[in-house]
């Protein structure tokens, strides 16, 4: 049941977990990509519409579906 809260709550933006790591020390680094895999939505969980020629169109995570890029210069 916890699980399932926490999965919930960081899926609805309510909850943000705050880890502390050490990633020159290699602390903590292991926990936070489990609690990323186990706890975090999953691109499958989302529904992303993208805009291109002045229509939009839904996105999905699909292998063999469409690319969908967005880059930008920093």
């Given at each position: 049941?916890?699980?399932r809260?926490?999965?919930?709550?960081?899926?609805?933006?309510?909850?943000?977990?705050v880890?502390?790591?050490?990633?020159?020390?290699?602390?903590?680094v292991?926990?936070?990509?489990?609690?990323?895999?186990?706890?975090?939505?999953?691109?499958?969980?989302?529904?992303?519409?993208?805009?291109?020629?002045?229509?939009?169109?839904?996105?999905?995570?699909?292998?063999?579906?469409p690319?969908?890029?967005?880059?930008?210069?920093?």
């Open positions: 049941e916890i699980r809260g926490l999965h919930a709550g960081i899926a609805s933006g309510d909850l943000y977990p880890f502390t790591i050490s990633s020159t020390k290699t602390v903590g292991a926990r936070l990509l489990d609690a990323i895999a186990e706890w975090f939505p999953t691109p499958a969980d989302h529904h992303v519409m993208a805009a291109a020629g002045g229509k939009e169109t839904a996105l999905t995570a699909d292998r063999n579906g690319l969908a890029v967005q880059a930008f210069k920093t």
